[in-house]
């Protein structure tokens, strides 16, 4: 057997909670219970972990992730976890951006986990190893529909990833990303050849790839991270009140994700930037017997 056909292919899948990336990891694998996959919101992945597949996959590895969490400390856990995991495997030749089929829009936790991607990988053509597999594309969708939606997603998602990437690089070049489309569950019984086909393909692409590894540079005198990503986010809370008189408050909150240049990264936690009071919102009965009075 040559060196090409033994070669091991290392992808890793990012996305956010609830997007099936641990569905698609088993099905890319062809080893139904590689990873724990669970139906409920809560996130069933919690630490970052590989595997290799079986059969005709056996040289395939999958890194499979946890999403961002609010949490700074196990944020630092899952980024480190996960750069080390690509560190002892010398390295991974493709990404996989895990998107929703349904979604119509690039969450903020999903952009900022791509910008520290970016960071890590910085010294490399980042880009050429990045595509997108659309889950939750179930085998049932008739083709014509599909090949609609394909042309939608792709005029709706592709200025968002350009803009993107112009943001963190200023680069306006145009970059082309390899989409699929994927049913990692289907229905027993149900003809699934249109996702096999497109794993087939994706294999293809990941395997064609050269290998970029986490780069290990010291700078003496200079800058202390290669990068810093602010992440921004609000949050409402009810500020005491009564029934009739509640005072909702909406906080700006912001943290730093700082990536070093040996590859660690680190979560500042969590500050308020500016926050702003709405006085005197009134419940519901209280508007309309306003209103009544007014009438009258």
């Known amino acids: 057997m040559s060196s090409e056909n033994t070669k091991e292919t290392k992808i890793l899948l990012v996305g956010n909670t609830g997007d099936g990336k641990s569905s698609l990891g088993n099905f890319i694998l062809n080893k139904k219970n590689a990873f724990k996959v669970s139906h409920s919101p809560n996130p069933e992945t919690k630490t970052t972990n590989g595997t290799n597949g079986e059969g005709d996959r056996s040289n395939i590895f999958v ?172 949050r409402r809370e009810e500020l005491g009140g009564n029934e009739t008189n509640r005072v909702p408050q909406v906080k700006a909150m912001r943290r730093e994700i700082r990536i070093g240049y040996s590859g660690k990264i680190i979560c500042s936690e969590w500050k308020e930037i500016c926050d702003k009071t709405e006085v005197g919102i009134k419940t519901k009965q209280e508007t309309q017997k306003l209103y009544q009075c007014i009438v009258m």
């Open 63 to 234: 890194i499979d992730t946890p999403n961002l969490s609010d949490s700074s400390k196990m944020n630092e856990k899952f980024l480190n976890d996960m750069v080390n995991s690509i560190k002892n495997r010398k390295g991974i030749q493709a990404i996989i951006v895990v998107i929703n089929y349904n979604d119509v829009m690039l969450s903020n936790d999903l952009k900022t986990l791509i910008e520290i991607m970016c960071n890590i990988f910085s010294f490399y053509e980042f880009w050429e190893h990045v595509c997108i597999v659309w889950t939750k594309c179930y085998c049932y969708i008739p083709q014509k529909e599909l090949e609609t939606h394909k042309q939608s997603k792709e005029k709706s998602y592709y200025p968002q990833l350009m803009n993107l990437i112009k943001e963190m690089t200023g680069d306006e070049e145009s970059i082309e990303f390899p989409m699929y489309y994927v049913d990692s569950q289907p229905f027993e019984g149900k003809d699934n050849t249109r996702s096999e086909n497109e794993i087939e393909e994706l294999l293809k692409w990941a395997r064609g790839l050269d290998r970029i590894n986490v780069e290990k540079i010291l700078r003496r005198g200079g800058p202390e991270y290669k990068a810093i990503i602010t992440e921004e986010k609000s």
